[in-house]
């Protein structure tokens, strides 16, 4: 996938760059995203055969899964409330800072990566390998309908700071 597409959008009125979005580039925000593939794997796991596993041990292993996304998710929150920046994915447009610390040190995207920790641990809970399939169609569609058209608005917001960002912390892990 090719994440150096640069943002040629147009101005409004105000003064402030057009994000250079398509279709469904940032149209459905990403928990909304998470729930309805939640929602696909659950019905997965309705149709599909279950893994024969203990409930005590789905019951320990899913929250716990889910666990390491809560701490993405807090992580980010923290970081983002102290540069002051948005939280807002629909319009990265807005972002008044660069933050490149905490969380942000190993993976350019934890929030993204705490929904994919969720849904994974959801696949646990329902016993289904099959809905599985639910966090491996997550990352490419986000990747593609949400990160990709981020980072041509970061790139255009923060120069070659955000190049260099980008050169060193990895999308994901």
Do not use: C, H
Request: charged share 15%; net charge positive.
């Amino acid at each position: 996938m090719n994440d150096s597409v640069s943002n040629s959008g147009a101005t409004t009125a105000a003064g402030l760059k057009k994000p250079n979005v398509r279709s469904l580039e940032l149209a459905i925000p990403p928990p909304a995203v998470a729930a309805l593939t939640g929602a696909a794997m659950w019905w997965i796991s309705v149709v599909t055969p279950l893994a024969q596993v203990p409930e005590s041990a789905r019951i320990a292993v899913a929250p716990a899964i889910a666990s390491v996304g809560g701490i993405f998710v807090v992580g980010a929150g923290v970081r983002f409330r102290r540069a002051g920046t948005t939280f807002n994915p629909a319009k990265p447009q807005t972002a008044s800072s660069l933050v490149t610390t905490g969380i942000y040190k190993y993976t350019r995207n934890p929030m993204y990566l705490a929904l994919v920790f969720v849904l994974v641990a959801w696949a646990v809970f329902l016993s289904s390998p099959w809905a599985l399939a639910g966090p491996v169609a997550f990352v490419p569609y986000i990747s593609r309908f949400q990160i990709v058209p981020e980072e041509r608005v970061l790139s255009d917001l923060f120069g070659t700071e955000y190049s260099a960002y980008r050169a060193r912390v990895r999308r994901w892990l």
